[in-house]
Structure formats: structure tokens, C-alpha cells
């Protein structure tokens, strides 16, 4: 039987038994051994926000289209950061060069499921590292969407980065800008957070809830602002404070999943007056610039390496390995108690 985690309802988790299927040709049977949850996009299903609840995203018009949704309870087998071992390789696979072997242990995207049935396209180069344990591929998504936001944000050597937002992709973020030059500045509601963002690099520190941070961040910088911010919390109103954070002619990357409408995010402010470059960063692509020598695979694979190299830790951010059994006590760890948790693993 094969155990996957869905979402019934909002605030709804159940883990869920199936036959388990047949293997189809061109594809590899994966058997799970970690699934990381997202504090983000998954939130956003688990509480019932996500706009593919109520609309439709139509990918030819590359609109959102209202009348129907395009998703419906019971939303089943989330998660894109999984890792396992290669249990079943379709026949007219096997020995074919770059195709994982039964036996290997591979890190890709197929859900919160205690196995996955994977095309085999999607797993050419997906081999875990030499040397690096498995725990550590858990990571190759959320890694590379910092990775993707940094290189959005054009960082120069010795430049000036605002980092909003010190969760798991927040803090790999920071680590990411202060390892292509930037001196970086840490914002966070929470200072559990903001204390491991100097274990991560951060020069210094705001909280958004106590401190003027654009104002602190322009003090910081001679009056200048920040020459780029990288918002990542997902708030409308960290994104506008981002926006007051940075130089004129400064970009700010908006890297969150923003829930409903702008409230709090003020256009015709600072962005008009500084000529703000806004860009929008999401996972489905690289920075258009990069697109004829980067790709999302490329950017995963050098995460994993730099983690593999020691120059990235991603072992102190899990704060909690749960049995998949006990997958409705993490979501609502992560719902209802964030300052106690970071990365929250499922152990299957």
C-alpha cells in the first residue's frame, strides 16, 4: 500500500492508503525516505488561500480565469522536495546512461507519498551526490528558489542586500547573497529568526515589527538604500517596506507567494519616486537574462554541490523530522507556532 498526505479541507490533514500501481514504461518507482514541507506554497493549500482554490490558471492566455477552480479538496500528495531510493527501473531502461540504477539514491519532485512513480526525464541527473546524506536532497528545491531569487537580484561584489524574510528560504538566501559579495542586511517579525541569519551571514539585523527598517537600512548605507532587497515572506507589506529599503534605481525581487490583494503596498510611493526596478522571481523559470547558460536543473544541481562542498549548511535547519503518521501535528506546528520551527521533514 502506498501512504500519501492530503489536505481534506482547510486545516485538514489526513494520510491516505492505495494500491499501489503498476510501473508504466519510461519511468522509475521511487521509494521515499524524506519529503520536506513547505512553509509557503503548501500553507497556502493547507489553509485555503491558494487562488487555484477559486479560479482556473489558463496556461496559453497565461491568465488566472474566474468560474471554476482549478483545484479541489482533498488536495493530495503536495511537497516538491522529496528524496529516496530507486526501487524499480521500467525494463527497457535499465543500463542506459545517466538513467538512475535500483539502488540509488535520487532527489526530485513527486509529492508527500510514501513512493513515487517518476518520469524518467525528470530524474536524468538527479543522483544524490557522492558523500552527501540523504537528509541534505531534501533541499534542492528550496535551495534553488533562493539561488533563483539571488541571481534575480543581479548582485555586484560588495554591494548592499536587504533580505526579507528569515525562514528556510530566507536564511539559504542570505547565505547565498553574502557568498556573491553582498554585505547583507536580515529583516524578520521573529528573533529566533534574525539570531540564525548571522550564523548565515547577515552584517545585520532588523525586526519589521520594531525597528524602521528602511529607514535603519538607508542609515546603514550612508543614506543611500540598499542596492537591492530580496522579499521572500510572501507580505504585501514587507514587499512595500522592501520598496522603501532601496537605492534609486534599486531592484527589488519579489520572490514570495502573495496571498489576495495588496494591502499595505503602496505604488504610488517610493516605487514611482525611485524608479524602483521591481522583478518577479518564481521557480517555473531563471532570471531571462541567464536562460541560455542556467536552467532550474542547473540551479538545483549547484545547490546540492555547494551544500556537498560545506560552503552551504543545510543540516541546522531542520528543526523537526516527523514520522509521516504524525503529518497533521506538522502542518499545524508550522501553521500556528512558526518561531518554533524551520524546515519540518517527513520521515517515511
Avoid at 518507482?29 to 513547505?38: A, E, F, K, L, Q
Avoid at 536580515?186 to 519589521?208: F, I, P, Q
Wanted: charged residues 20%.
Amino acid at each position: 500500500m502506498e501512504r500519501v498526505v492530503q489536505f481534506t479541507g482547510p486545516l485538514q490533514v489526513e494520510v491516505a492508503e492505495h494500491e499501489t500501481a503498476p510501473l508504466p514504461p519510461g519511468h522509475l518507482r521511487v521509494r521515499t525516505r524524506y519529503s520536506g514541507i513547505s512553509a509557503g506554497t503548501e500553507l497556502t493549500a493547507y489553509r485555503g488561500t491558494n487562488p487555484y482554490l477559486t479560479r482556473t490558471w489558463d496556461p496559453e492566455a497565461r491568465l488566472f480565469r474566474d468560474g471554476a477552480a482549478g483545484m479541489e479538496y482533498p488536495v493530495a500528495g503536495w511537497g516538491y522536495s522529496e528524496v529516496g531510493e530507486v526501487t524499480e527501473v521500467s525494463p527497457e531502461l535499465r543500463d542506459t546512461p545517466g538513467v538512475p540504477a535500483a539502488g540509488d539514491l535520487v532527489w526530485g519532485i513527486w509529492g508527500h507519498r510514501s513512493e513515487g512513480i517518476v518520469p524518467v526525464e525528470r530524474m536524468v541527473g538527479h543522483t544524490l551526490p557522492e558523500g552527501l546524506e540523504p537528509l541534505a536532497g531534501a533541499f534542492a528545491r528550496v535551495g534553488a528558489i533562493a539561488y533563483n531569487a539571488v541571481l534575480s537580484a543581479g548582485i555586484n561584489l560588495g554591494e548592499d542586500v536587504a533580505v526579507f524574510g528569515q525562514g528556510v528560504i530566507g536564511l539559504i538566501a542570505t547565505r547565498l547573497a553574502q557568498l556573491s559579495g553582498a554585505t547583507v542586511t536580515a529583516v524578520d517579525a521573529l528573533d529566533v529568526r534574525l539570531t540564525k541569519a548571522v550564523e548565515y551571514g547577515a552584517a545585520r539585523t532588523l525586526n519589521a515589527r520594531t525597528d524602521s527598517v528602511a529607514e535603519a537600512v538607508r542609515a546603514a548605507t550612508g543614506g543611500r538604500g540598499a542596492d537591492a532587497a530580496i522579499e521572500i515572506s510572501g507580505a504585501h507589506r514587507a514587499l512595500h517596506e522592501a520598496i522603501r529599503s532601496v537605492a534609486v534605481d534599486g531592484r527589488v525581487v519579489a520572490s514570495g507567494f502573495y496571498q489576495g490583494e495588496g494591502l499595505g503596498l503602496r505604488l504610488g510611493d517610493e516605487f514611482h519616486h525611485n524608479r524602483v526596478q521591481l522583478i518577479c522571481s518564481q521557480i517555473g523559470g531563471v532570471p531571462p537574462q541567464l536562460a541560455g547558460r542556467w536552467t532550474v536543473d542547473r540551479l538545483q544541481q549547484t545547490f546540492l554541490r555547494l551544500v556537498n562542498e560545506g560552503r552551504i549548511d543545510v543540516k541546522s535547519l531542520v528543526s523537526h523530522v516527523v514520522p509521516v503518521a504524525d503529518a497533521a501535528e506538522a502542518y499545524t506546528l508550522l501553521d500556528r507556532r512558526p518561531a518554533d520551527a524551520l524546515q519540518v521533514v517527513l520521515e517515511f
